[in-house]
């Protein structure tokens, strides 16, 4: 099979698994084709985001005390002054919605770039994973909790949160084509909701001010004076840090918004300024309510309430809601805030599914199947299952985690931004960004001294992502990688030439590349491998330029050196991969099976081997015949491989 051929197949393979699946990706790029409203798209990554105040403000007043609004103002500070620019410039840098990842992927390459965008992708599913399984367990609880339904389903949290991931995985499991309409309503709905409460919380606030002066007083008793209380709130920010979520997947749902009409994928303008205006909506919308929540919360309920087993635990609003608009409405309340924690799994997920193909098969760290988005559904809810049984549930324990992953994401993209602006020479931006940078390496920092929880599992994480990779690119290692085969005129003119007669081609290792290199290999090669002297001989020299790359485009270019020697020379990942491709080229162009002409190499064969895996060189005559072996399972159509 050529390589032409088998790109193509490849390409059908994959068409058809995604209609076979109801494929989100194929709906993606349907949806990035017709484009959506920017602010419909906010929508769908509020979900992430604005369902946090089904658990941020209680989360909040657990960390900083009387202290809860001071903190939450210097978080609203680093949100709008930090996070917000930072991922305004990744939109402009990453308009396809790749978001800091492949920014810091193009800065980095071989295996270290390889194996730093795997420990990112493992903080990134720490992040998304996290993002269901806390959602879903914020959900359970504002179910368990609810006044008229805690009798029936009192101890059953774990079961519930189980469901409800359950339930996320066959949405996808069944398409997820009308995820923007649904979270339009649902993001309505649920902000509509809270500015009830929040309206309502100011008015209690406003009838009775004393407990302003009673908060006041025991702040001023607590911490002194105003520069205390400052360098306190930000001693405790990080703990807040779960009020910043949704910046990462905002930028991956780029691609579903609508830009102007002569926007080209070089240039997407107006896509660009769609999403520049959803970040910064979404950014000002979750900043107001997050320092009025916090305001009324911390004003309103008593500290013991926000407490483990506390009636305001992990549902401060809610229990607002049943204590001042009564039990029908604090219901609706309840219902609303499920349904948004629910589905808000569902932006992780869809973000998951987007991040995951776009990189591990790429590196050929991934089975074919990771392609497709039914056996990843299946994957990443049992993923899920597993973490919410680890955590019992329990949104507290699971804040750190979350918080740890969020930082890691934000921390590269501010790095990723400021390298970016250094390297256009803008040196107002560069030190801005760096400033930010290094605000939310500090915080990522403690944060992690602090709650190590999420270290351990993004490390876990990354562990699982790596060992997975590497054994899947083991077993991979003898596919054939290339994409497309290229020829340049010259190239084409040797190939036309043996239309009617067999190509010998040698494999050669350049070094001087002289006429003494070229004449002392021909002499070997017909020595070692009785070829007649009337019989013509073409050189093939690879270059390797980046092993840890799998899959490559390949372009062959032709030369004569010395007015005598025909070579034909290659950039590639890999040599016996390059030289497979290029004889299964010759062959279907021509109608005439190739001959190769190796050498045996020096060397432990398992040393050769690894060469091959980690430089693409090794030994590399059983490795190309292994190669077209796979490819061309007919022995009678497969190159010849000579080895003396």
């Known amino acids: 099979m050529s390589p032409e051929k088998a790109a193509r197949d490849a390409a059908a393979k994959a068409q058809q698994d995604g209609a076979e699946s109801g494929d989100s990706a194929a709906e993606a790029g349907h949806a990035a084709h017709t484009g959506q409203p920017w602010w419909r798209v906010m929508c769908l990554t509020g979900l992430d985001y604005f369902s946090t105040l089904g658990y941020q403000p209680g989360i909040a007043a657990l960390a900083a005390g009387l202290l809860s609004p001071i903190a939450t103002i210097?978080?609203?500070?680093?949100?709008?002054?930090?996070?917000?620019?930072?991922?305004?410039?990744?939109?402009?840098?990453?308009?396809?919605?790749?978001?800091?990842i492949a920014m810091l992927e193009r800065l980095l390459s071989f295996w270290k770039g390889k194996l730093f965008v795997l420990a990112l992708l493992g903080f990134a599913a720490t992040d998304?994973?996290?993002?269901?399984t806390l959602s879903a367990a914020d959900a359970s609880a504002h179910l368990v909790e609810n006044p008229h339904l805690t009798g029936a389903l009192g101890g059953k949290q774990m079961v519930i949160t189980l469901i409800l991931v359950a339930l996320l995985g066959a949405v996808f499991l069944k398409g997820f084509g009308e995820a923007i309409g649904l979270a339009v309503g649902l993001v309505g709905v649920y902000l509509a909701l809270n500015v009830v409460v929040v309206v309502v919380g100011i008015w209690k606030i406003v009838q009775a001010p004393h407990v302003v002066t009673d908060w006041s007083n025991a702040l001023t008793t607590q911490h002194g004076n105003v520069f205390v209380m400052i360098g306190v709130a930000l001693v405790v920010f990080p703990k807040l840090a779960l009020g910043m979520s949704g910046f990462e997947t905002g930028v991956a749902v780029m691609p579903h918004i609508k830009g102007d009409a002569d926007d080209t994928e070089a240039n997407p303008v107006g896509r660009i300024r769609g999403t520049r205006k959803l970040l910064t909506t979404a950014a000002v919308i979750m900043s107001t309510f997050l320092i009025a929540t916090s305001f009324i919360c911390t004003l309103l309920i008593p500290a013991k309430e926000f407490e483990s087993g506390g009636q305001a635990n992990g549902r401060a609003l809610a229990f607002l809601a049943h204590e001042y608009l009564g039990g029908a409405f604090g219901s609706v309340y309840d219902l609303s805030t499920i349904a948004i924690l629910w589905f808000a799994g569902a932006s992780a997920m869809a973000g998951m599914l987007n991040l995951l193909p776009r990189y591990l098969p790429r590196y050929g760290m991934a089975p074919h199947w990771a392609r497709a988005v039914r056996p990843m559904v299946i994957v990443l809810t049992v993923v899920g299952f597993l973490i919410t049984w680890l955590f019992d549930a329990n949104v507290d324990a699971q804040g750190g985690a979350y918080a740890t992953g969020v930082l890691v994401l934000i921390s590269s993209a501010a790095i990723a931004v400021t390298i970016a602006a250094y390297k256009k020479r803008q040196r107002g931006w560069t030190a801005a960004f760096g400033v930010i940078a290094a605000v939310f390496l500090y915080t990522t920092v403690v944060n992690t001294m602090e709650r190590p929880d999420g270290v351990k599992i993004g490390a876990c994480f990354i562990a699982g992502i790596i060992l997975v990779s590497l054994l899947s690119r083991l077993k991979r290692a003898f596919e054939l990688r290339v994409t497309d085969v290229l020829l340049d005129e010259t190239a084409e003119r040797f190939i036309r030439d043996y239309a009617h007669r067999p190509l010998r081609l040698i494999a050669n290792e350049?070094?001087?590349?002289?006429?003494a290199e070229y004449r002392d290999k021909i002499r070997q090669i017909r020595a070692d491998n009785d070829i007649p002297g009337e019989d013509d001989l073409v050189f093939v020299e690879v270059t390797v330029r980046d092993a840890s790359d799998f899959e490559s485009e390949l372009t062959v270019r032709g030369e004569v050196l010395h007015n005598r020697y025909r070579v034909l020379t290659l950039?590639?990942?890999?040599?016996?991969?390059?030289?497979?491709?290029?004889?299964?080229?010759?062959?279907?162009?021509?109608?005439?099976r190739p001959h190769l002409y190796f050498e045996w190499t020096e060397g432990h064969p398992f040393a050769q081997f690894l060469r091959f895996i980690l430089f693409g060189q090794g030994e590399v005559a059983p490795v190309t015949r292994e190669v077209l072996r796979e490819a061309e399972p007919d022995r009678t159509k497969r190159p010849r491989v000579h080895v003396g």
């Open 510 to 515: 350049p070094t001087n590349r002289d006429v």
């Open 128 to 132: 998304f994973i996290i993002t269901i």
């Open 74 to 100: 210097v978080l609203v500070l680093v949100t709008l002054l930090g996070a917000l620019p930072v991922y305004r410039r990744v939109a402009q840098e990453s308009p396809r919605g790749e978001g800091s």
């Open 571 to 592: 950039e590639s990942s890999s040599i016996p991969n390059a030289i497979a491709a290029l004889a299964l080229t010759v062959r279907d162009r021509t109608g005439q």
